[in-house]
């Protein structure tokens, strides 16, 4: 317990102080959401109307809809960039030693997969607090309330990103997961518009946005944010991180890495 306890700490200080000192990477995380916040938002206010719907109780304006989006987009990002570390960790960084480490590989990958948690909550309220300067203002308490919201999706899509950083085996590849994982699940979502809208458009494309993971972790932060609780999507971002978790310890199985190396020598 001690040694779990020890890697556990390290590996969370280890990512705080990348992510600390990596300057880019947290203005890069606050550039993305604010350009959609104060430019994209700023076109399409005139052409998307928001009908009340909950957790609102009256007409909001399309910035204040998106923010819960945006928020789910820097975690989003953030599961990607934690890949693609991981990516370069496994093959000649700190996670290919402690791979090979006595302690339960499913551990170690918990403990990435929180590191990365914490950092992406970080982003996460740093980008709220500049979005209240401008004037998207959420309840005072719903700062507080989306706290365990955040900690299911960044898990959710933490999860994701390791699922996925144990099926990319350099990191040439990673600009193409971007393209074809990253954005149809942003985009596929709830993020920029409700999904009435897509039905009226689209009833298939609707059906695709409902079971879109990404779809139940902005409507969690949403109905956080407003101090609500949106059981179906708490239950369906839960059962996603575990299914995507699973499969990446399995994805990370030694045997299984050992048998793709000898199918590709042979």
């Known amino acids: 317990?001690?040694?779990?306890?020890?890697?556990?700490?390290?590996?969370?200080?280890?990512?705080?102080?990348?992510?600390?000192?990596q300057r880019s990477r947290f203005l890069g995380a606050l550039v993305r959401p604010l350009i959609w916040l104060l430019v994209f938002a700023a076109g399409f206010r005139a052409a998307l109307g928001i009908s009340i719907t909950p957790p609102y109780q009256t007409y909001i304006t399309y910035e204040t809809y998106i923010v819960p989006g945006l928020v789910g987009m820097i975690q989003l990002f953030n599961g990607m960039q934690s890949s693609l570390s991981m990516v370069y960790d496994r093959e000649m960084g700190s996670m290919r030693v402690l791979l090979t480490s006595p302690l339960p590989r499913w551990w170690l990958l918990?403990?990435?997969?929180?590191?990365?948690?914490?950092?992406?909550?970080?982003?996460?309220?740093?980008?709220?607090?500049?979005?209240?300067a401008f004037g998207i203002v959420t309840p005072e308490w719903g700062l507080l309330a989306v706290l365990p919201a955040l900690v299911a999706s960044g898990m959710m899509l933490g999860a994701l990103g390791l699922l996925l950083s144990s099926l990319i085996r350099q990191l040439e590849n990673f600009a193409g997961v971007m393209n074809f994982v990253v954005f149809p699940l942003f985009f596929c979502s709830s993020a920029l518009y409700p999904l009435w809208k897509m039905r009226e458009s689209s009833v298939l494309l609707y059906h695709v946005c409902s079971l879109n993971p990404f779809t139940h972790a902005v409507e969690l932060i949403r109905h956080a944010l407003y101090l609500q609780v949106n059981a179906p999507a708490l239950g369906w971002t839960l059962l996603a991180a575990a299914v995507f978790m699973a499969l990446a310890v399995v994805g990370y199985d030694p045997a299984r890495a050992l048998m793709r190396r000898k199918a590709e020598a042979g």
């Open 110 to 132: 918990s403990c990435k997969l929180l590191a990365g948690t914490v950092v992406s909550i970080l982003q996460v309220y740093a980008f709220l607090l500049i979005a209240r």
């Open 1 to 21: 317990m001690a040694a779990a306890l020890i890697a556990l700490r390290g590996i969370v200080v280890r990512e705080i102080l990348r992510f600390v000192h």
